[in-house]
């Protein structure tokens, strides 16, 4: 629609308004901008006058930005169809991430991918938000389905209640073709079409089985705008594609003005079977992606288990080797133990061997010499448990302890604890004896003693 012209006699034609300076102004008031224009009227009033006329420039507008496209299979022919951003940002609205659009090919035969879209500006970043919202375009699709169906029943194409783009995304990931119907609610050829071709059951069988089925009122923001990206001209409107590049989609067919079912069904099958080569090689494609996932997935978790099993026996290894090093450490703690545990005893023993040494010369020291024989000398015998006998003279007027000094400077008991005991008669000399004489003790002038065990309480 590039000149006033065209816009005026489109503007008409959508809106059914035949005066002609009206419609004039209305484009005036909008600056000339053509969906502002038809927008805003379709929002505030209600048309019911006459029905959309053919556009007589019913062309593509030159695209000097498009890259060059493969070929199509022989006998298949496509226009590339840019698609309006607001119908992009709409639809898109509630996806979180990019939907690739792309078509390729090789060797005559072709595939398609979905290459990057962007997301469109959310209403609180821009004050020049998308006129189809967030959820308008579910909302707009939803009440064309609604309306269908009270109108014409449910016996016709299954429409999908999604915007235009995630019917497109649907399609693509179900590799079927986009069946797009575009619905003149106002035109005396649609009843007749809705009821006696789309609704019957050759074609809504056909149309189900083989297509995602998209629909939309022109009298609605989002059918409108794709009747005007689709350039209908004539209706009932109804058109074949499927995804392109980057905002744009590959019109494969338009079917325009009324049809019979025959006639529309060839048409459909004609284009599924020129356009199934598109359709397999994508599906082969997808397959032989998903299988490549799959294996690197697979050989990713095989090298992940064998990483952990590598890693685990790493683990045991050094928990082992740290084991015995503990093991040794523990070892090598206890040898020193015992070796300082026998030092310290081996110190002790020598040092209490002085000890008992020092004390035998003390008291054998103290004893000093030994008497000769005489009438004052007395003439002591003892007896060790080991049946030992050993015998010393002493002075008549030395004392018990005397005795007990004596046997302990001999160093022949291992015991520390004993008492001197005499046979006949059997007399205990204990601790209160220790100070008797051996005259005053009947010792004298000989005796016969031997040693008796106790034990330390």
């Known amino acids: 629609m590039g000149d006033v012209a065209d816009k005026l006699a489109y503007f008409q034609a959508i809106t059914g308004l035949e005066d002609a300076d009206l419609c004039t102004d209305i484009l005036a008031a909008h600056n000339w901008d053509l969906e ?49 951003v607001s119908v992009i940002s709409g639809s898109l609205g509630l996806i979180s991430g990019a939907i690739g659009l792309g078509l ?17 500006s959310t209403p609180s970043s821009s004050s020049s938000a998308p006129l189809v919202s967030v959820s ?21 194409p299954n429409f999908v209640g999604e915007g235009f783009m995630d019917a497109l995304q649907r399609s693509r990931n179900s590799f079927k073709l986009l069946f797009v119907y575009l619905h003149s609610p106002d035109h005396p050829d649609t009843p007749s079409f809705c009821h006696r071709t789309l609704c019957s059951e050759t074609i809504a069988a056909f149309v189900n089985e083989n297509f995602v089925c998209w629909g939309g009122s022109i009298r609605a923001s989002e059918g409108f705008k794709m009747s005007n990206s689709l350039k209908a001209s004539r209706f009932p409107f109804c058109a074949l ?29 004609r284009v599924l079977e020129e ?22 997935e697979e050989q990713d978790a095989a090298y992940r288990a ?38 310290r005893a081996a110190q002790e023993a020598a040092e209490k061997q002085a000890a008992l ?12 010499e030994e008497p000769e024989k005489g009438p004052d000398v007395t003439q002591v015998m003892v007896r060790f448990p080991n049946g030992e006998r050993k015998g010393r003279r002493f002075h008549n007027t030395a004392t018990i302890q005397s005795l007990y000094d004596y046997v302990d400077s001999l160093g022949s008991l291992e015991a520390d604890s004993y008492i001197l005991v005499s046979n006949f008669p059997i007399v205990k000399y204990e601790q ?19 040693v008796e065990l106790t034990s330390l309480e």
């Open 104 to 120: 390729w090919a090789a060797g005559g035969v072709l595939s398609y991918s979905l290459g990057l879209v962007g997301f469109g």
């Open 357 to 368: 040494a020092k004390i035998r010369q003390e008291k054998a020291e103290s004893l000093g």
């Open 136 to 156: 308008a375009a579910t909302s707009e699709a939803m009440d064309f389905v609604a309306a269908f169906e009270r109108e014409y029943g449910s016996s016709g």
């Open 241 to 269: 594609v499927m995804a392109a590049t980057n905002q744009r989609i590959a019109l494969l067919q338009q079917v325009e003005g009324p049809k019979s079912s025959e006639e529309l069904l060839g048409t459909l099958q």
């Open 36 to 84: 502002l224009a038809i927008s805003s009227f379709t929002t505030s009033v209600n048309p019911t006058t006459d029905t959309p006329q053919p556009n007589p420039n019913n062309h593509l507008p030159s695209e000097p930005d498009l890259q060059p496209l493969p070929q199509p299979p022989p006998g298949l022919a496509w226009k590339l169809i840019t698609l309006p």
């Open 275 to 296: 356009s199934s080569p598109v359709l397999v090689a994508a599906r082969l494609d997808a397959e032989e992606r998903r299988n490549n996932m799959r294996l690197r």
């Open 306 to 343: 064998a990483l952990e099993a590598d890693q685990a026996r790493e683990r045991q290894r050094r928990e082992e080797e740290e084991r015995l090093a503990r093991e040794a450490a523990e070892a090598e703690r206890k040898r020193k133990e015992e070796e300082e545990a026998r030092e």
């Open 432 to 450: 209160d004896k220790l100070a008797l004489s051996l005259k005053e003790a009947g010792l004298h002038p000989q005796a016969s003693l031997f």
